[in-house]
């Protein structure tokens, strides 16, 4: 990106010297940025469309599951130790020249806490040089620090995002299991802007917190962030059954959180809770609104085209190179130490089963909304033990379904 700015610089010079004409400029402007970032916006703030059976939106790599947070509801089970049998760093360039080969718009380095590894710098600047967009999502721990967003800054990261699940100290910290985690995560947002960094807040929603939305989304409303990215909790790793929201409780978050996405200045966004999209489309054919135009990031980081979700569009490596259709997902469809990414994610039987909203099954796969919605993949194997079951967190009846027909 630095060589590509330089480039412009230069033809802007040249040009002003009258030795480069304006057509010029306009085509080598569009050649080094469509390098730079192979999947930049369209015109209108959105993604380009993707074809998601051969392109991801996003990549997802955990560099590490070692941890120094205790996290109650942790995807990861994540741990003090780094494993030794991690992706090396050769291997993480590989994974990041493929993730740039395929023209995945957006790249998520994340743990356990990736701020164990010590090449994470290298890491972020390899792939910002090869024109991938690389986002973070570190652990608000001592080695999370201003100078290490600064160094991670000037080495090309585009986002930051920030895990808050309560609303203040006491509520957040017993999550974390660490005292002094709300006040780092707060000071970190404070850095980040500080830095220039764009910051994302990530919230798990459980049945520990929701009653706290209102408060949650105060916070929100007072940090300048560019998304809110509200994940309803899978019971995976030291998540439980328990932890869990059912769809009246989810139904009801999704009255708020519509009502808070017409009026907050950055975006809402949810992971694992498909439905929110039903929900949305229902309240505009109530209503007669239309969808707000979408914001322009400083990060060129748009939304996700219609329908993602896990597999479709959505791809995870574990720390140990096996690929997930999400991390809340823990069924493999490979190893990218045996096979590209590209192939795995293009063929691989999980895979193609999760795109195709044909094989959903119960009222998903009766449902309209299943291209746009399709109900999350991750909870119903969490809960059922088939991947392509109904979402059992959704209290939509599809018209004409009958609980029970074949
Ligand atoms: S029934 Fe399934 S596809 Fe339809 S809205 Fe609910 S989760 Fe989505």
């Known amino acids: 990106m630095i060589v590509g700015q330089a480039v412009i610089k230069t033809i802007f010079a040249q040009a002003r010297a009258g030795i480069c004409n304006s057509l010029v400029i306009v085509i080598v402007v569009m050649r080094v940025t469509c390098r730079m970032y192979p999947a930049a916006l369209t015109s209108n703030g959105m993604s380009p469309a993707l074809d998601l059976a051969r392109t991801p939106f996003i990549v997802i790599w955990e560099l590490t599951q070692a941890c120094d947070l205790a996290c109650v509801h942790c995807r990861a089970s994540a741990r003090p130790q780094r494993s030794p049998l991690e992706l090396s760093t050769a291997e993480g360039e590989d994974l990041i ?15 356990g806490d990736p701020l164990q590894r010590p090449d994470l710098f290298h890491l972020v600047e390899y792939g910002t040089r090869l024109g991938v967009r690389v986002s973070l999502t570190p652990s608000t721990t001592p080695l999370l620090t201003r100078d290490a967003l600064a160094g991670l800054k000037a080495r090309g990261l585009a986002r930051l995002a920030i895990s808050i699940d309560g609303a203040d100290a006491a509520s957040h910290d017993r999550f974390r299991g660490v005292p002094g985690a709300f006040d780092r995560a707060l000071a970190t947002v404070g850095w980040a802007h500080e830095v220039g960094l764009p910051v994302q807040i990530n919230t798990t929603m459980s049945r520990h917190n929701a009653h706290d939305f209102d408060a949650l989304a105060a916070l929100m409303e007072s940090l300048d962030i560019v998304l809110w990215s509200v994940f309803f909790l899978i019971p995976v ?58 914001r322009r990031h400083p990060d060129g980081i748009g939304r996700a085209p219609r329908g993602l979700n896990d597999g479709k569009g959505f791809v995870f490596i574990s720390h140990l190179g096996e690929v997930y259709p999400s991390g809340f997902m823990p069924r493999s469809a490979g190893n990218i130490r045996r ?68």
């Open 237 to 294: 790793g030291r998540a439980t059954l328990r932890d869990g929201l059912g769809g009246e409780a989810i139904e009801l978050l999704f009255e708020k959180l519509y009502a808070l996405s017409l009026r907050a200045r950055f975006d809402v966004k949810t992971t694992e809770a498909m439905h929110y999209r039903r929900y949305v489309a229902q309240q505009r054919k109530l209503t007669g609104a239309s969808r707000p135009a979408d």
């Open 339 to 406: 096979e590209p990414l590209a192939g795995i994610y293009a063929n691989s039987p999980l895979f193609v089963a999760l795109r195709d909203s044909s094989r959903l099954g119960g009222k998903c796969g009766a449902c309209e909304f299943r291209e746009i919605c399709g109900g999350s993949r991750a909870r119903a194997l969490a809960y059922t033990g088939d991947p392509l079951a109904a979402d059992p967190a959704c209290i939509y009846e599809p018209a004409g379904w009958v609980e029970g027909a074949a």
């Open 97 to 111: 020249r493929q993730v740039r080969n395929m023209g995945a718009p957006v790249f998520v380095l994340t743990g």
